[in-house]
């Protein structure tokens, strides 16, 4: 399963923005953040995820960043099968849709694995308040070593 069809379905089949966010970052990191596409779709997901947490100023804010990157990102969008014109189109209507415009053989995939999916074990309280019970110790780690080569560095 590509990393745009495993944003898809979790997208569509969970709401689980949050993890669709965490998904194409992964794909995203490891192509060198290279993949216009997989930027514009986090900050899509992230734009969800803000809104459903009514945090009206975050979700604004990320829209008006998806809307600098769209252009740019057009072409990567249109490779991973997203009818692009129609995702520009449904960033002007408010409240945003909750899925996505596809092509046609990519819609066709995304519904003939959305039966063997795996349904979300988390409650509507745990979607909507996920990054607050995300496990940062890797990063909290990371980012104390980055601290301490920085701390070597000077002296």
């Known amino acids: 399963m590509t990393p745009f069809i495993h944003y898809t379905l979790l997208f569509e089949c969970h709401a689980d ?3 669709c966010h965490e998904v194409l970052e992964e794909a995203w990191q490891a192509d060198g953040r290279r993949h ?6 986090i900050q899509y997901a992230v734009i969800h995820y803000h809104l459903r947490r009514d945090n009206l100023i975050g979700a604004k804010k990320s829209l008006r960043l998806l809307r600098q990157k769209v252009d740019v990102a057009s072409p990567y969008l249109n490779e ?4 692009v014109e129609a995702f520009i189109s449904q960033l002007d209507e408010w ?3 909750t899925t996505l415009p596809l092509q046609q053989e990519v819609r066709e995939t995304v519904e003939s694995l959305k039966p063997s999916f795996p349904t979300t ?6 979607l909507v308040h ?3 019970h995300r496990d940062r110790s890797d990063v909290i780690t990371e980012r ?3 601290l301490l080569e920085r701390q070597r ?3």
């Open 153 to 155: 560095a000077r002296g």
């Open 144 to 146: 104390e070593l980055a």
């Open 95 to 97: 409240p945003l849709i």
């Open 121 to 126: 074990e988390l409650s509507f309280e745990e």
């Open 80 to 83: 991973l099968g997203l009818d």
């Open 17 to 19: 923005y949050f993890e």
């Open 130 to 132: 996920k990054h607050l």
């Open 36 to 41: 216009h596409g997989y930027a514009a779709l």
